[in-house]
């Protein structure tokens, strides 16, 4: 079988860790791909697992005072590290190192999940978790 003849099956794209180098171009040409890009080439070719509900969005606090930016670009790579085995992107954060205050933005099938990477990656969970909608 040639590369061009190659499907990915649901047990490749579903598996958002094996996805995030082979749903595009298969094995022979993998790319990079993130877990966002997985779910929805899997939601193109067979539709939402779930009823066809967008994954929820949502916006955590900590509130950590003495916190550095460099400290949190860390914890925010291990964060993407882990964050495949769940169906979990961790999409943006945003440091106030004065104020002692960090704010991440993910994409999780729901707040126990997104949690879960938090304390896998590097034990800091969140003080607060909201479900957000993005606006304009």
Same mark, same amino acid.
């Given at each position: %079988?040639?590369?061009?003849?190659?499907?990915? /099956?649901?047990?490749?794209? *579903?598996?958002?860790?094996? !996805?995030?180098?082979? &749903?595009?171009? /298969?094995?022979?040409?993998?790319?990079? *791909?993130?877990?966002?890009?997985?779910?929805?080439? $899997?939601?193109? #070719?067979? /539709?939402?697992?779930?009823?066809?509900?967008?994954?929820?969005?949502? %916006?955590?606090?900590?509130? #950590?005072?003495?916190?550095?930016?460099?400290?949190?670009?860390?914890?925010?790579? *291990?964060?993407?590290?882990?964050?495949?085995?769940?169906?979990?992107e961790?999409?943006?954060? &945003?440091?106030?190192?004065?104020?002692?205050?960090? &704010?991440?933005?993910?994409? !999780?099938?729901?707040?126990?999940? !997104?949690?879960?990477?938090?304390?896998?990656a590097? /034990? #800091?969970? !969140? $003080?607060? #978790?909201?479900?957000?909608?993005?606006?304009?």
């Amino acid at each position: %079988m040639s590369s061009n003849d190659w499907e990915p /099956g649901v047990e490749t794209v *579903a598996s958002f860790s094996k !996805a995030r180098t082979h &749903w595009n171009t /298969g094995p022979s040409n993998p790319v990079r *791909a993130t877990p966002r890009d997985a779910r929805r080439y $899997h939601f193109a #070719l067979y /539709g939402c697992c779930e009823g066809d509900k967008p994954v929820p969005l949502y %916006m955590d606090h900590h509130d #950590l005072p003495g916190v550095k930016a460099e400290d949190v670009a860390k914890a925010h790579e *291990a964060d993407v590290r882990v964050q495949g085995q769940y169906g979990v992107e961790y999409q943006h954060y &945003w440091v106030d190192e004065a104020g002692g205050q960090v &704010w991440c933005l993910v994409e !999780a099938p729901d707040k126990e999940t !997104a949690t879960r990477v938090h304390r896998e990656a590097h /034990g #800091l969970e !969140a $003080h607060k #978790l909201d479900e957000v909608k993005q606006g304009a």
